[in-house]
């Protein structure tokens, strides 16, 4: 059977932690999908249009990333694409707090696994927000960013 994973989030931008676990979740899965959540009560930076381009550039060359937008629960839409696995990233303790709360509510009101993969030590402190505390700032965000996010 087609191993398939939604790797669901804000990319609000991408960043090189996003990238960092997505790239090593290729060699794992046949597709990975990329599921950015849509939620009307929240206020993001970039536009969600801006938010998929950056995402679909990135991985233009790479088939088996599939790039969507999504509202409601991560379970359903992984029902709805016919997804066994939720793909999610840990950084520190806070994220292994709040990730382990949702993916056993999620494993029981499901059959869906979540799948961890731990930071790497290079990107372990990058995160969206910190990125864009600093090009509120036009700060030089490069370092932390893929080439085409830091061209804008
Ligand atoms: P969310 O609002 O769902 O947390 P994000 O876009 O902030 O959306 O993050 C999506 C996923 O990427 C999460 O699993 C998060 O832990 C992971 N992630 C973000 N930055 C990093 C990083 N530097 N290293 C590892 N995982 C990361």
């Known amino acids: 059977m087609k191993k398939t994973a ?12 996003h990238t960092d676990i997505i790239n090593r979740a290729i060699p794992l899965f046949d597709e990975i999908i990329i599921a950015i959540g849509t939620n009307s009560s929240k206020k993001y930076m970039f536009a969600l249009s801006q938010r998929r381009k950056f995402i679909e550039k990135t ?21 709805k694409v016919g997804s066994q696995y939720i793909l999610r990233g840990l950084r520190n303790p806070a994220d292994f707090e709040f990730e382990k ?52």
Request: proline share 5%.
């Open 101 to 152: 709360a949702i993916a056993q509510t999620n494993r029981k009101m499901s059959e869906i696994e979540t799948v961890f993969l731990l930071t790497s030590a290079d990107t372990s402190y990058i995160s969206s927000s910190i990125v864009r505390d600093i090009l509120i700032n036009k700060g030089d965000v490069s370092m932390l960013v893929p080439e085409i996010v830091a061209r804008g």
């Open 59 to 79: 991985y233009a060359n790479e088939p088996k990333i599939v790039v969507d937008t999504y509202q409601g629960l991560t379970i359903d839409y992984c029902k």
């Open 6 to 17: 939604v790797f669901p989030g804000s990319f609000d931008p991408l960043t090189l932690g």
